[in-house]
């Protein structure tokens, strides 16, 4: 991956080494979660109390305070809350990628999570859109749950 920027004084082509993406440090809580997307799967907690879905992962479950809480694996289907066109990345690692669409997906279970829509050109995305996950291994460790168009 290669970076340029057009602005050169010179007016020439200025290559940049490679920004690593940035990726989480400690997984902590959110272990289950990546290990399940590291093998293509999608996991939510579940209260084992009440069986409210939560995301992102917490200590305890947000509706009725119980630390009983399990992880489970959901459909990975969803429609497309919130979504904004991408054109100019807040960090380098992500500029060769755009423009790209960021989007929040409300699951069919409930919860919406934070994530990219592939699969499609993003001005083609919609609000209500339908769509599945998909795994995006970015590395040999990190594999990122995005969506596509179902
Ligand atoms: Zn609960």
Known sequence: MTMTRPEAADGAERRLPPK????????GLTAPFWEAAKRHELVMQRCKTCANWIHFPREQCPICFSQELDWAPVSGRGRVYAYTNVHQAQHPAFQEEAPY???IVQLDEGPRMVTNIVGCEPDDVA?????VATFDDVSDEWTLVKFKPA
């Not at 690593?20 to 997984?27: A, D, H, S, V």
């Not at 609000?127 to 769509?131: K, N, S």
């Open 20 to 27: 690593p993406m940035p990726l989480q440090e400690n997984k």
């Open 101 to 103: 669409c960021f989007a």
């Open 127 to 131: 609000c209500d859109m339908p769509v």
